[in-house]
């Protein structure tokens, strides 16, 4: 045996001077198992690289014993990281009753398990006056001592079971309970401020006799009919005080009207009547505005101004798509005839027709053709048609709550009506809605125009 364990001594000296396959925390041994090469002589040949482990050598093998990080404390998670030890308090942990307290007097605080209980709020026990509340309006709810005291009267409820809990020592009144309430009646006075009348509009003063006198105050209202009626306003009550707003477009006369062109139209039996448009030539016409789109026709394009929108495509004049030749009021890109020529983005644009007069009309209707060629959701690749007035815009007509049928021209036809007699702008806008890319075209409209009526 003596040479075969030279033999085996000579391999180890061969494998820790060459190397060998085998790494830290294996054995070399022989066919049948029973010579065994120790392969470690100290901690630093079982390094693993793991700061989270304790390396040792023990009997010629390495042992790698995972790092405990344990603080003792039940309430922090404990592990390691790169060597380091962490330990992060848990929520709602606990190791005893005053770890628990929630600053709340009453309730009780207990650690059961490990975790806080709350229990439920004691009896009568109070933190401050707004938790205690016994829905009776004659007394005050105080907290006194950490519990709720309901024993004290409230004087400004004039509460009462007889007429002597009503005594006020005054002499000018007279003290009654009624229906559980103090009711003070003034018999005389001393000042004015003892005389206070249930009407709003009639003011008391103590007289040299001490005796109430009471006398209406000037326009003081308590309901619109107690205002005076004024031509052409209406009244209404506020505060006690009477206020009066013009009525709009309203008149008793064709002065009022202040237009040559207008006439004060007043129904049989009525004192005040409203403006109307004269029907004479000169004065009322049919045809408000009328663009065919040979060319913009007082049209201004622009960009929309919201954030992260593409400054073209724009509003243009565009053939491929018409209903009067040669073209036609067109959003997209007329060289690829897409709405997003160079891929995903989001898009839009209004064109603007300012200063269009419907003063010299009555019941004006906005009609035109309209070509979409757009997302199949109704939310996205919108058409709109808004009205700006005094810096106000109103939305008239949209793709939103109209679509329209894809594959041709659709007629559109708005009641302009509330915009009557007024100078307006007209707004017709395209937003993309969407940045995501599209093969749709965009929209087409033709032959706009704007007609009213005349009587």
């Given at each position: 045996m003596r040479g075969s364990t030279l033999t085996a001594l000579g391999l180890a000296a061969a494998w820790f001077a060459c190397g060998t396959s085998h790494g830290p925390g294996t054995d070399l041994a022989d066919g049948n198992g029973e010579v065994k090469i120790p392969i470690c002589q100290g901690p630093s040949d079982c390094d693993d690289g793991d700061g989270c482990t304790t390396d040792t050598c023990v009997a010629g093998r390495c042992l790698n014993t995972p790092r405990s990080c344990d603080d003792g404390n039940p309430c922090t998670a404990d592990r390691c990281e790169a060597g380091q030890c962490f330990n992060e308090?848990?929520?709602?942990?606990?190791?005893?009753?005053?770890?628990?307290?929630?600053?709340?007097?009453?309730?009780?605080?207990?650690?059961?398990?490990?975790?806080?209980?709350?229990?439920?709020?004691?009896?009568?026990?109070?933190?401050?006056?707004?938790?205690?509340?016994?829905?009776?309006?004659?007394?005050?709810?105080?907290?006194?001592?950490?519990?709720?005291?309901?024993?004290?009267?409230?004087?400004?409820?004039?509460?009462?079971?007889?007429?002597?809990?009503?005594?006020?020592?005054?002499?000018?009144?007279?003290?009654?309970?009624?229906?559980?309430?103090?009711?003070?009646?003034?018999?005389?006075c001393r000042f004015d401020a003892d005389c206070v009348s249930e009407d709003p509009c009639r003011a008391g003063n103590c007289t040299p006799s001490s005796e109430c006198e009471y006398a209406p105050i000037d326009d003081c209202c308590v309901q619109d009919a107690?205002?005076?009626?004024?031509?052409?306003?209406?009244?209404?009550?506020?505060?006690?005080?009477?206020?009066?707003?013009?009525?709009?477009?309203?008149?008793?006369?064709?002065?009022?009207?202040?237009?040559?062109?207008?006439?004060?139209?007043?129904?049989?039996?009525?004192?005040?009547?409203?403006?109307?448009?004269?029907?004479?030539?000169?004065?009322?016409?049919?045809?408000?505005?009328?663009?065919?789109?040979?060319?913009?026709?007082?049209?201004?394009?622009?960009?929309?101004?919201?954030?992260?929108?593409?400054?073209?495509?724009?509003?243009?004049?565009?053939?491929?798509?018409?209903?009067?030749?040669?073209?036609?009021?067109?959003?997209?890109?007329?060289?690829?005839?897409?709405?997003?020529?160079?891929?995903?983005?989001?898009?839009?644009?209004?064109?603007?027709?300012?200063q269009v007069d419907l003063s010299r009309t009555t019941h004006p209707t906005l009609a035109f053709q309209a070509y979409r060629s757009g997302s199949i959701v109704s939310s996205v690749d919108v058409l709109s048609v808004i009205v700006a007035l005094d810096g106000d815009e109103t939305v008239v007509w949209t793709t939103l709550d109209h679509p329209l049928e894809a594959g041709a021209f659709r007629p559109v036809s708005i009641d302009l009506a509330a915009f009557e007699g007024r100078s307006v702008s007209l707004i017709l806008e395209f937003d993309s809605r969407s940045a995501f890319a599209t093969e749709y075209e965009g929209v087409w409209v033709d032959d706009l125009r704007i007609s009213g009526q005349c009587r």
């Open positions: 308090a848990q929520e709602d942990c606990c190791v005893e009753d005053p770890d628990c307290d929630d600053g709340n007097f009453c309730t009780k605080d207990e650690c059961i398990d490990g975790a806080c209980v709350h229990g439920d709020w004691l009896p009568n026990c109070c933190n401050r006056n707004e938790d205690c509340d016994d829905n009776d309006e004659c007394t005050r709810d105080l907290c006194k001592d950490r519990r709720c005291d309901f024993t004290t009267k409230d004087p400004a409820a004039r509460c009462c079971t007889e007429k002597r809990d009503c005594l006020d020592g005054d002499v000018c009144t007279d003290d009654e309970c009624i229906g559980g309430r103090c009711i003070y009646t003034v018999l005389c107690d205002c005076p009626t004024l031509p052409c306003m209406t009244a209404t009550c506020a505060d006690h005080a009477c206020g009066h707003a013009p009525i709009p477009n309203c008149c008793t006369g064709d002065p009022d009207c202040g237009d040559p062109c207008r006439r004060c139209d007043i129904p049989t039996g009525d004192s005040q009547g409203l403006c109307i448009l004269k029907s004479t030539p000169e004065c009322c016409v049919t045809t408000v505005l009328d663009v065919a789109f040979s060319d913009l026709g007082g049209f201004v394009v622009s960009p929309l101004a919201k954030p992260n929108y593409a400054a073209t495509p724009a509003w243009n004049l565009d053939g491929l798509r018409t209903v009067s030749a040669p073209t036609s009021l067109y959003f997209g890109d007329p060289a690829t005839h897409r709405l997003h020529p160079a891929g995903e983005g989001l898009v839009g644009g209004r064109a603007t027709r300012a």
